[in-house]
């Protein structure tokens, strides 16, 4: 058997060097004229020791990294095709503490198959879900993914279910599934791996979606910031097309389904459903009020499920294993696993699956290993840009959908941003405003107007120019923005602006008192 | 009044996308995203063909070329560098990133070096948060930037 290398065509693997280090190792087996098969897998998530290149041995798996382009000789030397000892040795990849601490189901083929191979995808459960789908009944495969307690991994965690089954009993002659892969919060990045790892799962989820509410026809709208997972979620459609997943008999069966991806224009705001919608109809991505809801009246006016990319690719494991298996994990009414991503300023940064309920702390201190720069943390930013700062008081919190709510925050698409003590939470409050400024569409005055008055009145504050008053006009402002506004842009901003004031009033106080504090 | 010669050149160019594209389910941006592809931004002339092409007003069209970020209404320098400016590349010092390019380019963001070599932007966000700070340089991926890192991409989109 020639031996297997698996280096990550992952984008974040490539922006460490995975390219030159895949170079080098071409360069080095020809070389030594050694044969061996290059896989391109997608990334396991552990970024701090990406690019991670592994070697298939008898034994199993074995992983090195960080590797750089200058270690690939000496890894050679040393006989890493073996998976024998070196430096960047890391041993079996499951057994990292970073991945062995997971509980990998939406994830578990991702950085593991070569993204593109149907044959891997089926030798590793793929597949399954969908064979399962397509002998049973529509309303029995929306009661299985209900009971599951599968809820809306984008931010709203509504129960995935309940949309599809508004969308089975809403007749029509056409219907849509609509994957929004608009991932443009800060801090997520859980949608593009899976895109770029594991694109297959999408489909298949799409494709049960699709059987399970009389929909024909899917589309995968991806930010156009993403162009690798562009160019795999295309290539992917082709193969699932040529080999019968995809067409007018899924997997042989009589149930039609056929999906296109397609591409944003770095506009923010598209990643609410409403204004996706608009944007896939080619119009402004201007967002739409609501009712109707997109399940009775969705692009060009019919049914459409629009769901996350995670909550879809989540849905083939439940058809595999059964709802029962799915519920098992997670606590209170948060049900399943969620890819948490760990980003920012720290020092394990990656994407962890785990079952709903560790504690805010144990993500950051214990996970994450505290700040990449060594200093004390200061604030966490859980769920993206609308997302509410949280200090080190509230590291109690579980990471529950509800609890999160309670603590006036949300977990949104489960990205975390660790900030350490060097932040400015004033000026953070401030980004908040500008982004929602520069992104707003514009159709609601709270957003459109607000936001710019919010980042004008928090410069007052920072000049120390009447802080107090200006403070409680941000907070009057903040209120009228949350309750006035039509989406989750204009209406979640005052998250991220109140935390940082509510739980940080020292980086408000006029200038000469900071300085005379310190 | 003859047409100049490059806006009737544009037209039927801009004319054999519409053509291909326009059987799509919502082919407005799939169109213009081809059309930027073709003239490295979205002329002027291009709309009215794209607005007869689809049934659609100027002004519609019009209203959604300038909704979107991505499209251009003049072509960008040789390079394109963004610059990730989102929260968790500022946690990581992305201000100081973007402040020393602009040094270094001698540009702000949305500008274009006046050899035209470059043109700076900022970008909320690449996905590449745990491999902060991040930039993208003609669509390849960059992380953790630091001064060794900055100064190859300057001395790259130079050369």
């Known amino acids: 058997m020639i031996p297997r290398i698996y280096i990550p065509g992952d984008s974040g693997a490539l922006a460490l060097g995975a390219e030159k280090v895949a170079k080098a190792i071409e360069k080095e087996l020809a070389e030594r004229g050694v044969e061996a098969k290059i896989v391109r897998n997608g990334s396991r998530g552990a970024y701090f020791l990406e690019p991670m290149v592994e070697v298939a041995t008898a034994e199993g798996r074995v992983a090195y990294g960080p590797v750089k382009p200058s270690d690939v000789k000496s890894l050679f030397d040393s006989g890493f095709l073996k998976g024998a000892p070196h430096k960047r040795w890391l041993g079996a990849p499951d057994k990292i503490p970073f991945l062995a601490k997971q509980t990998r189901l939406t994830f578990a083929r991702c950085g593991v198959i070569d993204p593109l191979s149907l044959d891997n995808y089926k030798a590793h459960g793929g597949l399954k879900g969908l064979h399962n789908a397509v002998a049973m009944a529509p309303a029995d495969i929306v009661k299985q993914v209900t009971e599951s307690g599968l809820r809306g991994r984008g931010g709203a965690g509504f129960p995935t279910g309940i949309k599809w089954k508004t969308v089975l009993d809403t007749a029509s002659d056409r219907k849509y599934i609509v994957c929004n892969a608009d991932e443009g919060d800060s801090a997520t990045f859980a949608d593009r791996m899976i895109m770029e790892g594991d694109p297959f799962v999408l489909i298949e989820g799409m494709a049960i979606a699709g059987i399970a509410t009389g929909a024909t026809k899917g589309f995968v709208y991806i930010r156009s910031e993403y162009p690798h997972a562009v160019a795999t979620m295309n290539k992917a459609v082709e193969i699932a097309r040529k080999h019968g997943v995809l067409g007018v008999n899924v997997l042989g069966s009589p149930n039609a389904f056929d999906m296109e991806i397609r591409v944003g224009a770095g506009a923010y705001v598209c990643g609410e459903e409403t204004s996706l919608l608009n944007s896939l109809e080619g119009k402004r991505g201007v967002v739409r009020a609501k009712p109707p809801l997109p399940a009775i009246q969705g692009l060009f006016g019919k049914p459409t499920v629009i769901n996350n990319v995670i909550s879809l690719a989540s849905v083939p494991i439940i058809m595999d294993k059964g709802a029962a298996f799915y519920k098992d994990f997670g606590m209170g009414r948060s049900r399943g696993t969620i890819p948490i991503q760990i980003a920012g300023n720290v020092k394990h940064g990656g994407l962890f699956e785990t079952a709903f309920g560790l504690t805010l702390g144990e993500i950051v201190d214990d996970i994450g290993g505290g700040t990449a720069s060594g200093r004390p943390v200061k604030a966490v930013q859980v769920g993206g840009p609308l997302g509410a700062y949280f200090p080190r008081a509230l590291f109690d919190t579980p990471f529950d959908y509800e609890a999160f709510a309670a603590k006036d925050g949300l977990i949104g698409h489960a990205g975390l941003t660790v900030f350490d003590d060097t932040a400015d939470m004033l000026k953070q409050a401030r980004f908040a405003m500008e982004f929602c400024a520069i992104e707003s569409c514009g159709k609601c005055t709270p957003c459109r107007i607000g936001s710019t008055r919010g980042v004008e009145v928090l410069d007052k504050v920072a000049s120390g120019i009447e802080a107090e008053k200006n403070l409680a006009l941000v907070t009057d402002l903040c209120n009228t923005m949350k309750f006035g506004s039509l989406c989750a842009l204009g209406g979640f901003t005052p998250y991220p602006v109140m935390s940082s004031i509510t739980h940080f009033p020292e980086d408000f106080k006029p200038a000469p008192t900071r300085v005379a504090a310190e | ?159």
């Open chain 2, 1 to 159: 009044m003859p047409m100049q010669p490059a806006s009737t050149e544009i037209a039927s160019r801009a004319a054999a996308i519409i053509d291909e594209l326009k059987d799509l389910e919502g082919p407005l941006l799939p169109i213009l995203h081809e059309i930027q592809e073709e003239f490295g931004h979205v002329p002027q002339a291009a709309l009215s063909v794209i607005a007869d092409g689809l049934n659609l007003s100027r002004a519609e069209v019009h209203g959604v070329v300038t909704f979107y970020h991505d499209f251009r209404a003049r072509p960008a320098g040789r390079h394109v560098l963004k610059l990730c400016q989102a929260e968790a590349c500022q946690s990581m010092g992305s201000d100081a990133v973007a402040a020393k390019v602009k040094q270094l380019l001698g540009i702000g963001f949305h500008e274009t070096t006046r050899d035209g070599s470059v043109t700076l932007e900022p970008v909320y966000c690449l996905g590449l948060c745990a491999c902060s700070p991040s930039a993208m340089l003609d669509g390849e991926v960059i992380g953790r930037l630091d001064d060794e890192k900055i100064e190859e991409i300057v001395a790259e989109v130079r050369s």
